[in-house]
């Protein structure tokens, strides 16, 4: 993936996380049986300790449904997400993606969250349309490394208050912004991004690039080595959008958040293809509503 996306460019600029990292307290839940977790490769499941060993680059684990041969889909049309924990995770350095596509092959909801500490937690928007469809999701590493597999759940949406508007200098959020809120609140980060998103396929066609993305939330504006404490994102489509995460998903950043004395957060971010003129249009936070 790291290939097919072109040049870095900083931009001292907003911390943004993948969509649909909503939260799920309250409302409708259902706790799937880890136990029956039936979609691997390029690695081992155990059913019963739900230890996963990734023996190979862009390996997975998760649950399949529908197979075009009779089985049908999973009817996920009474939940908005679905939430994955997993623990005991061997490296820090690789970030995990949780995936879930529809019968329609070309839908595919795709969402990213960094290892800290060994723990992950990865949340995905179920698309409205197909969300009655679902053939499979599943957990996918970049990197070969083990973990456990904690939780599963599907939920639905949780109600938020009124919206606040998050003040800015050129960008750049101030820590104290986000004082008083709780991990479940959400937080709502807007940007502008033209061009397209393609890239160079095995063939030497140049393709577009429906699901993947650009960009990490960084604490600092120092990057070296494309390597900064944060959180990779996805960008579906180019345009105007909008990103939301819980602020509980962002609280670890500002523990590293340390630029020359300022306490904030940056957006460090990778233009793939012909992306021209990313910029910032504002932010927003908001409480849940327990």
């Not at 070296?224 to 998903?249: A, M, T, V, W, Y």
């Amino acid at each position: 993936m790291g290939n097919q996306l072109g040049r870095l460019v900083l931009l001292m600029g907003i911390a943004i996380f993948a969509a649909g990292c909503s939260s799920n307290n309250g409302g409708l839940k259902r706790v799937m049986n880890l136990d029956k977790a039936n979609l691997t490769w390029r690695g081992d499941y155990d059913n019963k300790t739900h230890w996963m060993h990734y023996t190979g680059e862009w390996a997975g684990f998760g649950w399949q449904y529908g197979d075009g041969n009779g089985r049908p889909p999973a009817d996920f049309s009474k939940y908005d997400q679905i939430e994955v924990v997993v623990d005991s995770v061997t490296t820090d350095t690789a970030t995990l993606f949780l995936n879930v596509r529809y019968t329609t092959t070309s839908i595919i909801t795709s969402e990213s969250a960094p290892v800290i500490n060994g723990k992950s937690t990865l949340h995905v928007d179920l698309n409205p349309e197909h969300k009655s469809h679902v053939l499979e999701f599943f957990v996918m590493s970049k990197y070969p490394c083990d973990m456990v597999v904690k939780s599963v759940v599907l939920s639905t949406a949780t109600r938020y208050k009124k919206e606040h508007e998050l003040k800015m200098n050129n960008g750049f959020i101030d820590a104290s912004e986000f004082k008083g809120y709780s991990d479940d609140a959400m937080v709502s980060f807007n940007y502008y991004a033209g061009g397209e998103m393609t890239h160079v396929s095995d063939s030497g066609t140049i393709e577009p690039m429906n699901n993947w993305g650009i960009g990490l939330i960084c604490s600092s504006a120092d990057v070296i080595g494309n390597n900064c404490p944060g959180r990779q994102i996805i960008l579906k489509k180019i345009g105007e959008q909008s990103f939301e995460c819980r602020f509980g998903d962002l609280r670890y950043m500002l523990d590293y958040a340390d630029d020359d004395g300022e306490r904030g957060l940056y957006w460090v971010v990778w233009t793939g293809g012909n992306v021209t003129d990313v910029h910032i249009l504002g932010a927003t936070i908001r409480e849940a509503i327990n």
